[in-house]
């Protein structure tokens, strides 16, 4: 009886030394092991990385450019275009000489005044915007926002206002204050009438924005940006 026990913890003994030394033994390689499945993983994804090396850079959205549309007079619109998604410089540039994208803006200059019937004066900033998304050739670019251009369209914003005493008598074209402007969202979603806002830059609340197109000062002297 003595014997079997005896035998017993011995192999007892035995499994608890070869437990020991595969604890060791794991231990001692468990880092080299997953430093080398690391180096593996990343060689594989770097294999499989379809990226085009010029989208390979740090990336944010970009500013493509002011497109000035206007009729023979000088008076119309200035539309700013951006990038719909994040984009490297390297990738910008590339948009940038896309002949589509290139033709598009020549067509919207050209078309937009014979459209409008010669000029722009008197045209509503959202019948042009919804005339503008027409030349939206490629997804890569967007309308940021739309001003107003033009001596006398932009100083169709200047003048009594019947709630502002002190009323502005002329737009300053170095702040551009108080003319007519909408953003994307305008742009895009306000496509009916009742969702239309109009927005004067640089203007306090209340008066920075309205539901039509209002032909007066939105800013007093007093608040003139200098």
Known sequence: MNQMNLKKNR????????????????????????VVLGVIIICLKDCADTTDPIDDAWKKVEHLCNLHVTDSTGEGFRVSYVTSKAVTPARLKEIESRKPIQEAMERLQ?????????????????DFAAF???YDV????????????GHDKC???????????????????????GVLWIDHND????????????????????????EKDERFAHFSKSQRVR
């Open 187 to 210: 742009v895009y979603y306000s496509t009916l009438p009742e969702e239309r806002v109009y927005r004067y830059w640089k203007c306090e609340f209340p008066y920075d924005t309205s």
């Open 132 to 134: 503008a998304r027409k």
């Open 11 to 34: 192999n007892q003994m035995k499994n608890n030394d070869n437990t020991q030394v595969w604890i060791i033994l794991i231990a001692r390689f468990f880092v080299p092991i997953m």
């Open 110 to 126: 050209k078309e937009a005044p014979e459209h409008f019937g010669g000029s722009l004066l008197e045209v509503d900033i959202y």
């Open 138 to 149: 490629d997804p890569i670019i967007e309308i940021h926002c739309i001003f107003v251009e």
């Open 155 to 177: 100083n169709l914003y200047a003048g009594p206002n019947p709630d502002i005493p002190d009323s502005a008598g002329y737009i300053d074209l170095n702040t551009e204050q």
